[in-house]
């Protein structure tokens, strides 16, 4: 039986070896009243006390799915009293009947957690997953067919909330179950026996109580094994998520080669991202989970919602010149010639034609801005991504539309007359991308600019009085001008 202080020392041991805690960090400890939480409560209340100060409060989320669970969570409550720390609770009535029960009330708890670590400024959440749990994933994973990532199964810690900077703790992680009771056994510690533990309807549950037993029987040391593979799948895929960043720092590409005109597309485009096309005909197979992984991360999509058999649909179109897929969540990959573009459906679509007033907001980012002054009298406002001057006397009202094929523009300080759209191919804008950018045309329908591209040559403001156009960045705090 190991010592009630032998535990809470190799506990510590995991804490400062893993840089899980600092000294008088808020915590909120995520207690169940079963043997693991009030495990970590007690022990993280010891080491608070005698090793490392911290500031600890307690959450209790009664699923209000058993009998039992109004008495587990007053046992809680109670014993936060009796320590001295907060206690937050809140109780279920929804969960009964429902299908995919373990993964909703899962999602529900995580939620439920961030929500009082906001309320209360605590960024570190501590779970009581511990080394059988570990070994129990694992084998889950290798059963579904998991690669390298996700035979790493649990990690020491990992952002929660990454939009709060929230993150999850593991601190008994490298303890088995049996450690665990016989501390509390030991400290004469009660806790309660969930006996939905025992409930062989859930993969969990069979996993853990016919799986893993029949398997140790040929192979005692197979939860150990299981252990020693999740912390070597977590370094290798650490090494190849490095040498992922490495390959990507090169490949991601602008909206376009005017600096103007990509600053524009990028915020109208928040949720699209363009490679080369390179990318994918280059990539090392072991990295195309990173690959896709960044490009998730980039656009703000859940990556646990996709499959192997998604992989291979990247890698299969990977061969071909062009291509396109259609994911979860909304998201397209589309390959062309030229570039690799992740998207979510549907793309933002500004509302042509709009009709120009001295400030009118064309997009939720963007607005356009006019203003009577005399010839570079003023300086540029300050989130004016581009600027044009113009005849003050062009006939009223001005208007910005979608330009319509074979629509043509001789820019100014070009010797060329282009068709609108040879000039954004000419820019590099991809074509998926195109028709977002607009015409400025004034009362008789002529065409005096590409917005945030180019003037044309026969509207340029002579000397004295102009019309300053501008296409303004909208902010959170407002729009600043000069």
Known sequence: MISKNVLAKKILATITKENLLQKEERVLLA????????????????????????????AHLNHGLRQESAEEAQYVSELSQQYKLPFFSETLTTLKGQTGLEEKARKIRYNFLEKIA??????????????????????????????????????YQRPLSSEHSIRLIRPLLDQDKLSLQNYLEENKYFWYEDQSNLDLDFERNRIRHQVLPFLEKHSPPLRSAL?????????????????????????QIPFSTKPSLNTFLQRENPQLLLWKNCTLENLPEPLLPYFFQKSLSNLDINHALFRANHYKMIQKMGKNPTGKILLPEELVLVKTKREIIFYKNPLPQIPFPISLAQETKISPRHMIYQKIGQKSSAPKPINAIWQIEILSKIEQPLSIRAWQPGEKIRPLGKNKTYKIADLLAEMRVPALLRKQVPILVDAQDSIIALVGVCLSEKFEGGEGEVKRISLIEKSPEGDKRE
């Open 31 to 58: 207690v169940s009243g079963g043997a693991d939480s009030l495990a970590l409560l007690h022990i993280l209340v010891k080491i608070s006390q005698e090793h490392l100060p911290l500031t600890l409060f307690v």
């Open 118 to 155: 906001l309320q209360n400024q605590i960024k570190t959440i501590a779970v009581a997953h511990h080394l059988d749990d570990q070994a129990e994933t694992v084998l889950v994973r290798v059963l579904k067919g998991s690669g390298i990532r996700g035979l790493g199964a649990m990690n």
């Open 227 to 251: 252990v020693r593979i999740a912390k070597q799948s977590q370094q290798t895929s650490l090494y190849l998520k490095e040498q992922a960043e490495k390959y990507f720092s090169e490949q």
